[in-house]
């Protein structure tokens, strides 16, 4: 009993702990830049939409960016899920099987794997929003 | 530039919170990190065809719409809206209308980059 209480203090939940609150860390500290550069083009006299259209473009710009210099991959060491998750981790999975499959190619290399990891991300979000709309529609809600 | 620190600390909370769910999938399940991505951008886009995002936006802003549930809200919001005004056409056209400029850029300048970099090895 003593030894199972004593063990438990070690095994997963510390290095589950840590990884939880570095991504926390690092989703947070993303998210935050993103309200940061939205507050300063909105601050430049943008409206909201156009102020968030920006801040998505520069947001996706640097983390594919980063990637291509080949430091998002520290990034992703360090924040796990908190380098994943933001609208970085999808620029990041845009490019790096791009760059992978670059010897294959600039057409069927980096053109097609391009799409292999994002692709899924597109397909599954662009039917979710078209079953929303025709569920909407049916239901007579629009 | 109007500095306003409660709701930086809303931003920060809820988008370190929803990456948070990502690493408690991570780590306890066998999703691996392209499938949470799939997820959460269904779970984003489901959420808010039940009207149960746009209040998680209000409240936290990019908080909300930088992490991956946002793009599936993006595309949702786009087509319910899209729909609403100009009927069915809106359900195809609605989504990557909203997201057009995220969609591109990622694309295009992710092609650039990939063209320009070499693929860096694995430490």
Sequence with gaps: MKYNQYADGFSPAPTCLKNCLLAFLTGGAICETGHLIRAAVMSAGADAETAGMWTTVALICTAQLITGLGWYNTLGRIGGAGAAVPITGFANSVVSPALEYKKEGIILGTGAKIFSLSGPVLAVGFSVSAAAGILYKLLGLL | ?123
């Design chain 2, 1 to 123: 530039m109007q500095i306003d620190i409660m709701e930086m600390i809303r931003v920060f909370a809820v988008g370190g919170g929803i990456c948070v769910i990502g690493q408690l999938l991570l780590d306890f399940t066998n999703l691996n990190a392209p499938r949470i991505l799939v997820l959460f951008v269904a779970v984003g886009g489901i959420l808010t065809a039940l009207g149960l995002y746009q209040p998680l936006v209000d409240f936290a802003g990019s908080g909300a719409t930088v992490p991956l549930p946002g793009f599936g809200y993006a595309l949702v919001r786009g087509v319910l809206e899209e729909t609403a005004a100009s009927g069915w056409a809106g359900v195809l056209t609605g989504g990557i209308k909203n997201t057009a400029a995220g969609i591109t850029a990622a694309v295009v300048f992710g092609y650039l980059v990939a063209l320009i970099f070499d693929p860096k090895s694995k430490r």
